[in-house]
T-cell receptor, first 112, second 116 residues
Framework: GAGVSQSPSNKVTEKGKDVELRCDPI?????LYWYRQSLGQGLEFLIY????????KSGLPSDRFSAERTGGSVSTLTIQRTQQEDSAVYLC??????????FGPGTRLTVT | AQKVTQAQTEISVVEKEDVTLDCVYE???????LFWYKQPPSGELVFLIR??????QNEISGRYSWNFQKSTSSFNFTITASQVVDSAVYFC?????????????FGEGTQLTVNP
């Protein structure tokens, strides 16, 4: 079956602009995660959605970051007023509750 | 707080050599899961294995094997008869349900290069 998909694959934006990153999880997976991978910080957790429960936002680095998951499926990660330190690969993963996470190919964000 | 340490930043071997990637973890939970992921040059993280804290049996899958030892908080990964296609960054990760839900805490990764 289809894996996790993410769009766009690459995004270049100017400092101060807003960006939206999209994630389509594996069909039927109840949990969805966003992570960020950067040279200085490694792989770090951002936010986690589980079913209809309130999301775990404890990994979001600032209030410029937000995410939503509509209809228990597609998720959008929004970064407002982007900064150069936001440059990274943003990875989305999905899973059934409590099982291994399957990752998408990521979105490479470059803030100039 | 949970932590995963992969002390080996880079390893280089010649094809057909065996290689072991080390992983040491810290958690206060008694119930947790450990994972290994592979990230080839294409960039996508590929799931390799999940173990729960109550199952210390070693596991073998083809050329891959994993040694889980709770006494030393280690979950090491061995590739037997390495191949060039094994070249990738390998990440060890921890999920401890009670304190952090099912989010993954990753180690820094080990870059494995297998030379022909």
């Amino acid at each position: 079956g289809a894996g996790v998909s993410q769009s766009p694959s690459n995004k270049v934006t100017e400092k101060g602009k807003d960006v939206e990153l999209r994630c389509d999880p594996i069909s039927g997976h109840t949990a969805l995660y966003w992570y960020r991978q950067s040279l200085g910080q490694g792989l770090e957790f951002l936010i986690y959605f589980q079913g209809n429960s309130a999301p775990d936002k404890s990994g979001l680095p600032s209030d410029r970051f937000s995410a939503e998951r509509t209809g228990g499926s597609v998720s959008t990660l929004t970064i407002q007023r982007t900064q150069q330190e936001d440059s990274a690969v943003y990875l989305c993963a999905s899973s059934f509750t409590g099982t291994e996470q399957y990752f998408g190919p990521g979105t490479r964000l470059t803030v100039t | 707080a949970q932590k995963v340490t992969q002390a080996q930043t880079e390893i280089s071997v010649v094809e057909k050599e065996d290689v072991t990637l080390d992983c040491v973890y810290e958690t206060r939970d008694t119930t947790y899961y450990l994972f290994w992921y592979k990230q080839p040059p294409s960039g996508e993280l590929v799931f390799l294995i999940r173990r729960n804290s109550f199952d210390e049996q070693n596991e073998i899958s083809g050329r891959y094997s994993w040694n889980f030892q709770k006494s030393t908080s280690s979950f090491n990964f061995t590739i037997t008869a390495s191949q060039v296609v094994d070249s990738a960054v390998y990440f060890c990760a921890l999920s401890d349900w009670r304190t952090s839900g099912s989010r993954l805490t990753f180690g820094e990764g080990t870059q494995l290069t297998v030379n022909p």
